[in-house]
């Protein structure tokens, strides 16, 4: 990408592309018959780049987002993570994931929740100790650390879930829709935290939204979908550069409302007139 | 819809009084059932006259409750340990869960008293294992069908977490199913607790050892001493009692800890 | 730089094996491992027969394993050859099958109207108790309670309240001593589940019936009864299985000739001549439980629209 690196320079940014998807597709059997939920689909994310996947309810986006967490497997076509297959990516645990709900588990605190992966793989009590706390500094959470998540808000929940996901230090997040049920005024709070913490880290992130400004506002790329069946319709760059404050004054910005409109014409269909869009 | 207007700590007191107050209006009816109307002592005894033939059997009804409550508690554990161990088979395989549903629910609808005098027959008329086995299969029933139905309460955001984090089926079953699943247990051995104390009575009924609450019952009953009688029935009330409180405890202070509640 | 995957695509879920999905198929398949699942209960009682001692397994002085001899442990084809042999070997005796049917069908008999007298006084304290709450508080727990009280202990009392009771010219059977104490069981899961069903329309349904200023009556009759079927059927499927349960131990508590009960006891009394035939009786309690159930269940094929989402 540019010659301008992120704060720390980490492997992340540089290296193989973090995910590439080859031609795939995929079909769900029904009781009606069979439907095709993605169709065609090539992809390919670089070392640290961000990544949105947008479209309309059934363009796949989600299906495609598990598909690359090998959460369920493709029926044609291939994808790799970090030059392996998905599964042993995820075997190798390469990746951490959030969720729309945040997934956490009712019964153990925060802490306990942030822990969980270090926990299942084996990590140390004192190793744990020091991570968690790392952590739940990171996403700002140091004092409710030993609440457990009834007692937290909706947006509380999702940095918990988020810390969970960058327990692990992986070079890939996923994240499908993780500030879907929140409110607008934290949900942009939420997106200048994750822009602060993808930038921080240098992971790359592929992330899903059916939001117009999200997208724009996190990421390098966007990638616009249509359903029935599911493909690519559009790839759009957002041309910020990888130095670009993400911060409230980009939300005001002519540059962002130019992308947002390029990006609500992809979804529309509009032909678009020319403003440095790379079509694909 | 009335008294919509309380305030939740009005709420809470008229709780508590409302069944107390039900209570005495029941027992002030019952004895003047008996002191004015003037029905006969043979057909309803007064609370007094229960109250005193407490008081002089005591240790008698001690003893008594000494068979029928261990006997219930034996088939109470028993029951719910070949329960889980059952849904446990049964939430795995499919073929376990196929042979089981159908037996269970037959079970759950047929008389199981009705094989205790087989049972007092195939193992002896001095053992008490037909009384426990009753309450065994008595206890199993709930606890079989809540637990199984916990074990398959495990969100699916919950499954995709552990299946993206690489975890093998003992963590997964230990950091997430497990969990989900304590709550409907319980719930499971709240509901047996009070079955077992019955069946483990009723069973007393149909032959077997002398001794034992139920058994008491059936003899003063039929040598008409009826206070005698209802004051053995108070001592089953209060052993029911206090396998319901006991089990409902357990429930209330572990599912303090888990937020998320099993139902009935 | 083709690099397909390793292995096969891995399976997304828990290795298991796929339910049939059509539905005829799945009752079908319901069906099948229910009957094997009923011979390897009649294997584990001949294998334990054949493979266990003869005096059974003594633990610490208590038995924990029958003996494993034909007069404590018949065999599963002795019991149900048994069925078709006559009851007594006195002249003209029927089978033993017909006898226990006819026992079994008296029985049905009075848990039916046990069940029903259930039906009408649970619904009856479910409605009261939804209407007020102050009558819920006061009388759920002494509903709950009532459960504990063994009902043996009614017998005797209701019998010779019954003897001297008169309504209308008709003098008090002793079955309806028995089918008095079945409703006793029977009452309490119908309340239970009635007030259930009865208290679970959201808030949104209620608050809509409000707009329309509809008054206790319409409500309760177009949105509350509905609502309520889910949690009714299986509560009356309970009722149904408790009054037969109540049935048959009240027979044995009251004496009373002509129903299962009563066979039950006589027949377990003469094991040690005949093992073979104290099991005719617990086979027709067995068919008896599943009748009961199965017909109500059957109530609940009629109202089909009512029960999506029911709670089993």
């Known amino acids: 990408m540019g010659a301008a690196q992120a704060h720390q320079s980490t492997d992340a940014t540089t290296g193989p592309d973090s995910v590439v998807v080859r031609g795939v597709g995929k079909r769900f059997a029904t009781k009606t018959g069979d439907v095709s939920a993605l169709e065609g689909i090539d992809l390919t994310v670089a070392a640290g780049e961000f990544v949105s996947l947008i479209g309309p309810s059934g363009c796949g986006k989600s299906t495609l987002l598990r598909l690359i967490a090998d959460l369920d497997s493709p029926t044609s076509g291939t994808v790799e993570v970090f030059g392996k297959p998905a599964a042993r990516a995820r075997r190798d645990q390469d990746y951490g994931i959030a969720f729309q709900q945040a997934g956490l588990l009712p019964w153990r605190t925060v802490a306990a929740n942030i822990a969980l992966p270090l926990e299942l793989h084996g990590a140390g009590a004192a190793e744990r100790k020091a991570r968690v706390a790392e952590l739940a500094e990171l996403v700002g959470l140091t004092d409710f650390a030993d609440r457990h998540p009834d007692q937290l808000s909706g947006g509380m929940q999702q940095r918990v879930a988020i810390a969970r996901a960058m327990a692990e230090r992986p070079r890939l997040l996923l994240m499908d829709e993780p500030f879907g049920a929140l409110d607008e005024m934290t949900r942009e709070r939420m997106q200048a935290e994750l822009a602060r913490l993808a930038a921080e880290t240098g992971a790359a992130v592929v992330f899903v939204t059916h939001s117009i400004p999200e997208a724009v506002f996190l990421s390098d790329r966007i990638v616009v979908m249509s359903p029935r069946p599911g493909r690519i319709t559009d790839v759009i760059e957002t041309g910020f550069g990888k130095d670009a404050a993400r911060d409230e004054s980009l939300r005001e910005a002519p540059s962002f409302f130019d992308r947002v409109t390029a990006v609500r014409e992809a979804l529309h269909g509009t032909p678009v007139p020319t403003t440095g869009r790379e079509q694909r | 819809m009335s008294g919509a207007a309380w305030t939740p700590a009005t709420e809470r007191r008229l709780r508590v009084i409302a069944p107390v107050l039900v209570g005495l209006a029941g027992l002030a009816l019952w004895q003047f059932l008996v002191s004015v109307v003037g029905v006969s002592d043979y057909l309803l005894p007064s609370p007094a006259a229960i109250a005193q033939q407490f008081a002089e059997f005591g240790p008698a009804i001690w003893q008594a409750a000494l068979i029928t409550g261990p006997n219930a508690l034996i088939g109470l554990v028993v029951g719910t340990v070949l329960a889980i161990l059952l849904a446990a088979l049964a939430a795995r395989w499919h073929a376990v869960d196929g042979m089981s549903a159908p037996i269970v629910a037959a079970l759950a609808v047929v008389p199981i008293v009705a094989l205790a005098p087989v049972l007092n027959s195939m193992f002896g008329s001095d053992s008490q294992f037909g009384r426990q086995a009753i309450a065994a299969l008595a206890s199993f029933v709930p606890v079989f069908i809540n637990t199984l139905r916990g074990l398959r309460q495990t969100r699916p955001v919950h499954r995709d977490l552990m299946r993206s984090y690489a975890a093998t089926g003992t963590q997964s079953f230990r950091t997430v199913t497990l969990p989900t699943a304590l709550p409907y247990l319980l719930t499971g051995v709240r509901i047996a607790s009070s079955l077992a104390v019955i069946s483990a009575l009723v069973a007393e009924y149909f032959g077997g050892p002398r001794g034992g609450l139920g058994s008491a019952i059936s003899t003063s009953a039929a040598t008409s001493a009826y206070a005698r009688a209802w004051a053995y029935v108070v001592a089953a009330i209060v052993v029911g009692l206090i396998f319901y409180l006991a089990t409902a405890l357990i429930e209330r202070l572990v599912l303090r800890r888990i937020p998320v509640g099993g139902t009935q | ?312």
Do not use: C
């Open chain 3, 1 to 312: 730089m083709t690099a397909t995957l390793e292995t096969a695509p891995a399976p997304a879920g828990p290795v298991r094996a796929k339910p049939p999905r059509t539905g005829r198929a799945r009752t079908l398949s319901a069906w099948a491992w229910g009957a094997v699942g009923i011979l390897l209960i009649v294997a584990i009682w001949e294998v334990y027969k054949f493979f266990g001692p003869a005096d059974g397994v003594v633990i610490g002085g208590a038995r924990i394993l029958p003996r494993t001899t034909d007069l404590a442990m018949p065999h599963v084809w002795d019991m149900i050859g048994r069925l078709l042999e006559p009851v007594t070997r006195a002249e003209g005796s029927p089978p033993l099958w017909a006898s226990i049917a006819l026992a079994a069908l008296t029985t049905l008999g009075i848990a039916a109207v046990g069940w029903l007298v259930g039906v009408v006084v649970g619904v009856g304290l479910a409605l009261v108790m939804q209407r007020w709450r102050l009558v819920e508080w006061g009388l759920l727990p002494w509903i709950i309670l009532s459960q504990t009280v063994p009902l043996i202990a009614f017998a005797p009392i209701v019998k010779s309240w019954g003897s001297r009771i008169e309504i209308g010219g008709v003098q008090w059977q002793d079955w309806m001593s028995v089918a008095l104490i079945a409703s006793y069981l029977a009452f309490f899961p119908i309340a239970v589940g009635a007030l259930r069903g009865l208290q679970s329309p959201d808030r949104i349904h209620t608050e809509l019936m409000h707009t329309y200023a509809a008054g206790y009556w319409p409500t309760l009759l177009r949105l509350r009864f509905p609502a309520s079927v889910p949690f009714l059927l299986p509560a009356l499927r309970l009722g149904a299985a408790n009054a037969v349960i109540g049935a048959v131990v009240a027979e044995v508590s009251t004496g009373l000739q002509g129903g299962i009960g009563r066979l039950l006891i006589q027949f377990a009394g003469q094991a040690s001549g005949d093992p073979a035939k104290a099991w005719g009786p617990i086979f027709g309690a067995i068919a008896l439980g599943l009748v009961a159930a199965g017909s109500v269940a059957m109530l609940g094929l009629l109202l089909k629209d009512y029960r999506r989402g029911e709670a089993t």
